[in-house]
């Protein structure tokens, strides 16, 4: 089998539901798994709903109505006649989610949100396969939550791989085209949650693990992995071939190529990854599988804008040891501030850090209780995957270098504009 994930940008409209139908035409759809993402920025949207919600806003029934329109003026472009049972069906969701507001007991914020977030799932799913019937294609919807099984770990759950194989070895039919949802599981007790960062990738290598598919195929809007985001630089090139260990490597440094979650599991089988565009399906795209590094072999930049370098270093001019390293992450870790690189000497220790929920103030007045704490807001962090001289001379022009670590293969730069 091969397994398909399509995210919410190639299902954002009617022209995109279309669209997959065209790709499918092209490539082929006998035994293939599709798993799609929730349409365009619904998450974003049913994150609002959520929001208004735990406020107890009067713009809960608002927001909950968008996200109707939203969905029914696809419908009204897809299907010829709103007598269609796909109406019905998806009406049936939204009913299902107005119960669940009317009626949750849980002050649980991050069950609350796997319960909500996940309709965005349910129905663009429920939507796609209902299009691929009315275009003669035979379709299988599956509801994940009845095949992923996890722990009750809402928001970012484990996955039971044992359970989960045993359903999906037992009960997807391989004959057809099975069409289901990413980024989501369920519990013990049948409540949906979900899979955290990339979840919809990682549903489609869990499947392709437990069916040992012949492939999975992310489809995006570009023609493959670039080594460079082409919106921070000029000439940026296709990557034909990345090797597991480097795309895990990639995606440690912040590269959105792929989750290394979603590859652990594909290269514990080598299964190959690739990586195409749905706009030019039969470009060969980028894969991701055993083999060499890279090909071409390039320098492969990453950009992390926004973030924070934080300096430590010790008030009477001790050493900071150990234990001070332990005590400072066991605080980052607390106040949820992700640490991107790491730079020590004998009396002083540089971080550069992600703050991405505004924790640094609060933890700031900790830290200078113990420290003398100097910090940079708004620097970036550029790494470079097998840098050379113009490589580096690239990121540094023109800015102010902050930090600068180089090891074998890899550089990283922290700076500011001039």
Not at 48 to 58: C, M
Not at 118 to 133: A, K, P, R, V
Not at 153 to 163: F, P, S, T
Not at 310 to 338: P, T, Y
Request: include cysteine.
């Amino acid at each position: 089998m091969r397994v398909f994930k399509f995210g919410g940008a190639s299902v954002k409209d009617a022209e995109g539901i279309k669209n997959v139908y065209d790709v499918l035409q092209k490539v082929g759809y006998e035994e293939v798994l599709l798993v799609v993402s929730a349409m365009g920025k619904t998450t974003n949207a049913l994150e609002l709903v959520i929001k208004n919600y735990f406020d107890k806003s009067a713009e809960l029934n608002s927001s909950v109505q968008e996200v109707k329109k939203y969905h029914n003026q696809i419908l009204l472009d897809l299907f010829e006649d709103d007598k269609n049972q796909v109406f019905t069906a998806v009406n049936t969701q939204f009913a299902d989610l107005e119960y669940f507001l009317a009626h949750n007991k849980s002050p649980n914020y991050n069950f609350v949100y796997d319960q909500i977030v996940s309709y965005g799932e349910l129905i663009s799913t429920t939507i796609l396969s209902h299009f691929m019937n009315f275009m003669g294609i035979k379709t299988q919807w599956l509801d994940v939550r009845n095949f992923i099984k996890t722990d009750a770990n809402y928001r970012d759950a484990e996955v039971d791989w044992e359970l989960t194989q045993k359903n999906i070895a037992k009960n997807v039919k391989r004959k057809i085209l099975n069409i289901t949802q990413g980024f989501l599981g369920s519990d013990e007790n049948n409540f949906t949650t979900t899979l955290g960062r990339e979840g919809s990738d990682y549903t489609a290598a869990i499947f392709a693990y437990c069916l040992n598919a012949e492939s999975v195929t992310i489809w995006k809007d570009v023609p493959g992995v670039m080594n460079a985001d082409p919106r921070y630089f000029e000439n940026t090139s296709l990557l034909n071939q990345i090797s597991y260990r480097e795309a895990i490597e990639l995606a440690f440094y912040g590269a959105t190529v792929i989750h290394p979650k979603t590859l652990q599991p594909l290269q514990k089988k080598e299964i190959p990854l690739f990586v195409k565009s749905f706009i030019n399906p039969l470009l060969k795209g980028t894969s991701v599988s055993k083999g060499v590094d890279l090909e071409p072999y390039l320098p492969c930049f990453i950009v992390k804008r926004n973030q924070l370098l934080i300096s430590l270093s010790s008030i009477d001019f001790s050493f900071i040891m150990e234990e001070n390293i332990s005590e400072i992450f066991a605080l980052f870790h607390q106040f949820k501030l992700k640490v991107n690189l790491i730079q020590n000497s004998a009396i002083s220790f540089s971080v550069c850090v992600e703050d991405k929920f505004d924790n640094f103030k609060t933890l700031n007045a900790i830290l200078s209780k113990k420290f003398k704490v100097e910090y940079n807001e708004n620097v970036t962090l550029y790494t470079i995957r097998h840098f050379n001289d113009s490589a580096s001379q690239t990121v540094e022009k023109d800015k102010v270098v902050l930090l600068k670590q180089v090891s074998r293969e890899t550089m990283q730069v922290v700076t500011k504009e001039v």
